[in-house]
């Protein structure tokens, strides 16, 4: 593929490629220290948007690409084809067999697929029954079985677990014997052995075009650190000046020989566990374990909450309490409320609505509270985009967005799932270095979600670990105090 001269904008983004010659034995990974550009440049070498300028040749006739926003579609697709109530059971959409089979795999193909991206298992399992960490290793399998001449992927190592992750890399490696590579990624350690060149691009433009060693040791990485610290003082001063809330009870969770079970076998069993006040938390364990259902049963979004002796923020489950008393109190961040918040509400009012925890704003808030949201725009440097709808952002605008919704109530309990999902280099660096601030100052209680090593927070020493059982995962409590 070559680029030459080419201009793209789009409401107040902008991408130009003055010259970009992608040779089919090049395998590329692409890294931005910003992310405002990269979903154009994904829909552009995908061949979903047309350019404004210049001019793209030898372009491969089959292209494959595996993203985020791509996920969504798919997501909002199969809720659109819901028949949940045109039938006497819930419809959770198409299995993951039916989903790979219609991007094209064959029924020859569909074995070997399914054991390259460990599907097997989960071969008869609706879409939307899968974790972050499954479904991505879904639209990984039905881009490969399009048989394409170059592969764009976009993040892909997000939500996979550190198995899953050695797994990826080994078939990327398999896949480039066959198809040309295009990784778009904000880690500098996701970059498979097959992948020879980096471009780096900046907020605008592809400002650089590198060998793999010249990327590995280049300084803009210690830079960026810096910069991302620096920014990261301004959020946590936000949070720091915000009303005091009331007392929080303690302990703020208390789970009582807690057990999930579904028809076809046993997630979990005897969990007995506390979050005391004062205490930050990490739920650690592979791909479909069990770390979202656990988190379902404190914000009551899973159903066995209420057969189960769990008691939130001084609340016992099934006593009658509302569940928006209780989440009046914790601030989410997860793919689950990601993928939920579909409404196209301007960027001042996601973050508005995490005062009244609505998914959009339907409430009338104070100037006071509009003020606040505003600030908060600006420490994300989002404020010229405060009218912008939502649905317009690109996917790590939105998480940034939720990021702040979750914060902006000073809520008691901070729940992270995976939180850090489409962001790119540098707001990735700036969320991490602002939570683990916001921790250590304990201006409010962690619960974190992550699989990356390298996102741990020093302000985090209780650990929750999923382990792998004869029927389901034993879980694990291991308290520093």
Sequence with gaps: MKIKGLGYKKGDMSLTIEDWHLAPSEHWAVFSAHSHCISALVDILSGQVLVDSGEMSDVPSRIGCVSLALQQQLLEQELAQEETDFQDHIDYGSTVEELILAAGATQEALEPLLSQTDLQALRTRPFRQLSTGETRRVMLARAVAQKPEMLILDEPYSGLDIAHRKALTELLNQCAQTMQLVVITSREDELPDCITHVALFGATQLDQKLSKTQFVDHPLMQQLRALSSSQSEAIVELVAMQTEQAEVPDPLVAMNQVKVEYVDGLIFDNVNWQIRRGEHWQIRGPNGCGKSTLLGLILGDHPQCYSNDIQVLGMQRGSGESIWQVKKRIGVVS????????????????????????????????????????????????????????????YGQQRLLLIGRALIKQPALLILDEPYQGLDYLNRKLVLFALNRIASANLTQLLYVTHHQEDALDAIDNFIDFEQADQGHRVVIRRTQ
Aim: aromatic share 10%.
């Design 335 to 394: 793919s689950s409320l990601h993928l939920q918040y579909r409404v196209n509400c301007s960027a001042l009012d996601v973050i508005l609505s995490g005062f009244f925890d609505s998914i959009g704003l339907y409430e009338k808030p104070s100037t006071k509270q509009v003020q606040l949201a505003r600030q908060w725009l600006q420490v994300l440097e989002m404020s010229h985009q405060e009218k912008t709808g939502f649905k317009s952002l690109d």
